[in-house]
C-alpha cells in the first residue's frame, strides 16, 4: 500500500498551484472544473511519492485552525529536497519571497534536517 494523494481546501487555487510548482518543482496536471458543483481542482506530481491535489469549491468555509495553536488532524506535511544544502536554499528563497518562516533550518531530534515555512495559505511545510 502507499499515499496516492493527499488533498487541500484552497481559497486561491492558481496562487498555490504556482507556489507548489515553482518551489517544489511539481509538475501540475490540467485544470478539472465541475460548474455544476462549482468545482475545480489540479493534481501536482512531484519526481517521487504521493500528489497533492489542491481543490477549490464555493461555500467551503475557510478553516478554524491556528498554526500557533495544536490542533487534532493535519498539521504539516514534508517535503524532501535532497540536502541541507538545498534546504537551507529553499528557506532563504521564501524568506526572501515573502512566505512565513516557523522554524529556521536544523536538525531535529529524530534526524531530519528541516526548516518550517507556511504556504500561501497557511498550511505548514517541513
Known amino acids: 500500500m502507499h499515499i496516492e494523494h493527499l488533498a487541500i481546501w484552497t481559497k486561491d487555487i ?8 515553482k518551489y ?4 501540475a496536471g ?7 458543483k462549482q468545482f475545480q ?3 501536482l506530481s512531484f519526481e517521487h511519492g504521493p500528489r497533492l491535489e ?7 468555509p475557510e478553516s478554524a485552525n491556528d498554526i500557533d495553536k495544536q490542533f487534532t488532524g493535519l498539521i504539516h506535511f514534508a517535503v524532501s529536497v535532497g540536502s541541507e544544502e538545498k534546504v537551507n536554499a ?10 512565513e518562516l516557523i522554524d529556521s533550518p536544523r536538525r531535529t ?5 528541516e526548516s ?9 511545510l517541513r
Open 14 to 21: 492558481e496562487k498555490m498551484k504556482s507556489f507548489y510548482c
Open 54 to 60: 489542491l481543490m477549490q469549491m464555493t461555500g467551503v
Open 109 to 113: 531530534g529524530d534526524g531530519y534536517y
Open 41 to 43: 481542482s489540479y493534481f
Open 90 to 99: 529553499l528557506t532563504e528563497q521564501l524568506i526572501t519571497d515573502g512566505y
Open 116 to 124: 518550517v515555512v507556511l504556504d500561501p495559505e497557511k498550511t505548514a
Open 24 to 27: 517544489f518543482n511539481a509538475v
Open 30 to 36: 490540467d485544470k478539472y472544473v465541475n460548474e455544476k
